[in-house]
């Protein structure tokens, strides 16, 4: 992908900085201000007085919590969450999400396993990757907890089978797996920005026989209800309500 760096075009001093400082880590080109025209690059960041920002294929993506700030706040409130239950998570377990995406299900397995768990995200895109952990680091939510939960979560750039295979057996106790889905489910608005900046790589059997290998207690596999994945996977068990848009198929 050809990427660049640049800075937004009322970018202070200090931002400037940020963003030549942001190209030397990533290996790429600072051009200066954001062009007029974004026709010559696939990608570029964009360093803001107020953060970060992927431009590219007529699509933007900053961080954002997303969907996790809801969820958690139904948490609290003692209603369930689908993900949670599959997973069987509690206070203190580990999880490595091998597709950090958003960032939201690590946002919220975070806040569950609290501060004596641990929750490991990769993310193969190395500007999304860059973007999110950035965001992680940075944000700050009237809940305290959330906060912590964001700041708490390890990123990776990575493949998920490259760092599947650098595991010693049964090191994580959930490894839990979301595919990129073929087709968007319509009230999905806030992934469609993130299509054109993520990594699309179907579900292989290498990548799930090392997370079997990898997870101690289950491997989670984050579906949409009319998945062909679903009917050839050998999993023990399908979570999801009857007419819910989302299926996690658990591998005990």
């Known amino acids: ?21 942001y190209a030397h880590e990533l290996g790429l080109d600072y051009i200066g201000q954001l062009p007029d025209t974004h026709a010559n690059y696939e990608c570029m960041l964009v360093v803001e007085n ?15 919590p997303s969907m996790s700030k809801l969820r958690i706040e139904a948490i609290k409130q003692g209603k369930p969450d689908a993900m949670v239950r599959a997973m069987q998570l509690d206070s ?24 004596r768990g641990r929750v490991v995200s ?31 979560i390890e990123v990776h750039n990575t493949y998920a089978l490259d760092y599947l295979r650098t595991l010693p057996s049964n090191s994580f106790d959930i490894v839990y797996i979301d595919p990129m889905f073929t087709k968007g489910i319509e009230q999905s608005s806030n992934m469609s920005p993130l299509r054109a900046f993520a990594v699309q790589d179907n579900l292989d059997v290498a990548t799930l026989d090392e997370a079997r290998r990898v997870a101690q207690k289950r491997v989670v596999i984050k579906q949409p209800y009319y998945s062909a994945l679903l009917k050839e996977l050998n999993y023990t068990r399908l979570c999801g309500g009857r007419y819910s848009r989302i299926k996690y198929a658990v591998f005990e």
């Open 1 to 21: 992908m050809n990427s660049i760096v640049c800075s937004s075009k009322k970018a202070r001093p200090e931002t400037v900085a940020l963003a030549i400082k």
């Open 50 to 64: 107020q953060g970060l920002k992927l431009i590219g294929q007529g699509q933007s993506f900053f961080f954002h």
């Open 92 to 115: 203190g377990m580990s999880m490595l999400d091998t597709t950090l995406g958003l960032g939201s299900d690590s946002i919220v397995c975070a806040y569950v396993v609290g501060s």
């Open 122 to 152: 990769l993310e193969a895109s190395k500007l999304l990757a860059f973007v999110v952990a950035h965001g992680l680091r940075s944000y700050h939510d009237q809940d305290p907890g959330l906060s912590e939960a964001c700041r708490r």
